[in-house]
């Protein structure tokens, strides 16, 4: 449990049986009043935002949140299987939840995996991935502009923008965070 | 040549703040020349006091049998008594528990009281000084605070507490006591378009959020109290001070027990005062106003801890 005094930005809590994290924290006092909590709450599985405002004797549960490594294994149908790193416990996460993360996916990398009550609510993907370009048309000679960019797909479909200078083949570094080309890593 | 040892980090942050403290140290001596002007004496009462004033959500620190001041109020109350007219303070005041952008529990506070004078007289004379302070702290009578400017040479707002419900929440002060949601309203729904483009004084408070302010004469439903707001923030609270002695005590028994059932520590009773008004107090008029809010609405500082120097 935690008391309203508790609160801060950062802080994870419960509200309405769903975790919540403070996105934005304000002590507020008026003239000779109580003391009062002002919170901007974004829910961990939506998204979604509210605004809360907490008094001194309100309490709030704690989310049982827990954060794990795991890495990725194999998908299956609409799911894809992570591995907890000691226990081997696999776990099943779909392609919703993953959304474009599902084309990042890289055999027996680690990821960090959020659970709220036991199941994954996020998975965070190593910052940088590689993979090989299999599709793009070939940019025009001795052209080595970074600015201009062209489209390019990698070997499970996902189109991704790059460089002029780019071909097929090219093993890439991709920034999981944006989905963006990142760099080259080796000519085909 | 040899390396200095690294500077500790509040000798950094005292580095970045340096001419905000210094804009600081002007201010304050832009307030003591307009006090000493106004025909004001500096007083300085103690800082740690046996009784502090029976206030239901005010907490002050135990500082060993005594307490330390959350606010001057009781002492410079009794120099009125003992016949000082206009008196002003300028020093440290301490509330437990409040932390925030705009709290700390160490905090100054400008604090004073002109006998003769009403919570009316007081606003003029507060409007006039703030003119002041802008254009010789801030250079010029119109301030950007957060990209909002308050003109301070323009005539302030003034909107009672019952208008300023109706206008920004739809209920009234009473609706909103009798939900429990008065507080709650007030900052969510009302602080924030206060001082918007001028200062403005909420005034009028409904009689059950009184403290120590005399009922309106004409109206007993409302107490002679105002606060003032600068974009957004609480910078001061004035009233024409309560002088009659069995509403006093009446109203100090009734924040004692709100802080018994509240939980909060029970306070020793402020006997003397009690006394002291029994035995006549003149009318005036008193005002407290936090210097560290009022610093940052002139440098532009979302936080204390950028106009004040951090506990060490």
Redesign the interface.
């Given at each position: 449990m935690f008391s309203a005094s508790d609160l801060k930005k950062g802080l994870k809590v419960q509200v309405d049986g769903e975790p919540w994290a403070i996105t934005e924290f304000e002590f507020c006092k008026p003239g000779k009043g109580t003391s009062l909590y002002r919170c901007k709450l974004k829910n961990m599985i939506t998204g979604s935002t509210i605004d809360r405002t907490y008094r001194p004797t309100d309490k709030l549960d704690k989310p049982d949140l827990e954060e794990k490594e795991m890495y990725y294994s194999y998908a299956e149908g609409d799911f894809y299987v992570f591995s907890d790193a000691e226990t081997f416990e696999e776990m099943h996460v779909s392609a919703k939840m993953l959304g474009r993360d599902k084309y990042f996916l890289i055999e027996n990398s680690q990821c960090k995996m959020l659970l709220f009550n036991g199941l994954p609510i996020e998975i965070t993907l190593p910052t940088f991935i590689e993979k090989v370009i299999t599709d793009t048309e070939p940019g025009a000679r001795g052209d080595t502009a970074t600015n201009v960019l062209k489209s390019a797909k990698i070997d499970n479909g996902y189109e991704i923008q790059v460089p002029l200078f780019i071909n097929t083949g090219d093993l890439v570094k991709i920034d999981t965070r944006t989905g963006l080309y990142a760099e080259r890593v080796s000519k085909a | 040549m040899q390396n200095a040892s690294p500077k500790p980090d509040c000798v950094y942050q005292l580095e970045q703040i340096k001419a905000r403290l210094l804009l600081r140290a002007g201010l304050i001596s832009s307030i003591r020349q307009y006090f000493d002007a106004a025909g004001f004496a500096e007083v300085e009462t103690p800082v740690m006091i046996k009784a502090p004033a029976p206030?239901?959500?005010?907490e002050a620190p135990q500082a060993g049998e005594m307490f330390l001041r959350a606010s001057p109020e009781l002492q410079m109350k009794l120099m009125l008594a003992a016949g000082f007219k206009k008196i002003y303070q300028i020093g440290a005041c301490f509330r437990e528990?409040?932390?925030?952008?705009?709290?700390r529990p160490e905090f100054t506070m400008l604090e004073w009281y002109d006998a003769g004078a009403d919570y009316n007289d007081l606003l003029k004379f507060t409007a006039g000084m703030l003119r002041h302070l802008a254009v010789f702290t801030a250079g010029s009578s119109s301030v950007s605070y957060q990209g909002s400017v308050i003109d301070f040479s323009a005539e302030p707002e003034i909107i009672t507490v019952k208008d300023a419900f109706l206008r920004f929440t739809g209920v009234t002060p009473e609706a909103a006591m009798e939900a429990d949601r008065?507080?709650?309203l007030?900052?969510?729904k009302i602080?924030p378009v206060l001082g918007r483009g001028r200062p403005t004084f909420l005034t009028d408070y409904p009689a059950a959020?009184s403290?120590l302010a005399r009922l309106k004469a004409s109206d007993h439903s409302v107490a002679e109290r105002w606060?003032l707001y600068l974009s957004g923030i609480?910078i001061a609270?004035a009233y024409s001070e309560l002088i009659d002695p069995a509403e006093q005590a009446a109203r100090f028994e009734e924040a004692a027990s709100a802080r018994v059932r509240g939980g909060y520590r029970p306070y020793p009773p402020p006997a003397e005062f009690l006394q002291a008004i029994n035995a006549g107090m003149p009318e005036s008029s008193g005002c407290a106003l936090g210097i560290d809010r009022l610093i940052m609405i002139f440098t532009d500082a979302d936080d204390i801890s950028q106009v004040k120097m951090s506990p060490v």
């Open positions: - | 206030e239901e959500f005010i528990g409040e932390f925030g952008r705009k709290h008065f507080d709650e007030m900052v969510t602080e959020r403290a606060e609480e609270n």
